[in-house]
């Protein structure tokens, strides 16, 4: 970058200049085929491209059914999720999840009160 050879303008002026120059969103738009040819060109695979393809609709589907959600219903997956972490532990004997906070936190205190003992023992 040559700052000798550059001109600076503000944004608004900018747009301002080149307003007529501006490609419409078909101009912009590349088809679907050339898309494909350039991410297979580019070593991707029409499985992989497929792949792509249904992970995005997924999203799709996923953001829409959250945005179409109810009250309700977001109450019932918060209770739904409990009762099957809860049963997770119950029947399948796995901890709960903050078990490793737990004997950290446990672990802390002891060594805290360790200090504390130490330094009423020293005074």
Do not use: C
């Amino acid at each position: 970058h040559d700052q000798r050879g550059s001109l600076s303008l503000p944004l608004d002026d900018w747009e301002k200049a080149r307003e007529n120059d501006r490609r419409t969103k078909q101009e912009i738009r590349v088809p679907d085929f050339v898309r494909e040819e350039w991410l297979i060109d580019a070593g991707f695979s029409g499985s992989d491209l497929q792949r792509t393809v249904k992970d995005i609709e997924e999203a799709k589907k996923a953001r829409m059914s959250s945005i179409t959600k109810s009250d309700f219903r977001d109450k019932t997956d918060v209770i739904a999720e409990n009762v099957k972490r809860k049963f997770g532990r119950v029947l399948m004997r796995r901890p709960r999840s903050d078990t490793l906070y737990q004997q950290w936190k446990e672990k802390g205190d002891k060594t805290l009160e360790r200090e504390a003992s130490r330094r009423r023992g020293t005074m």
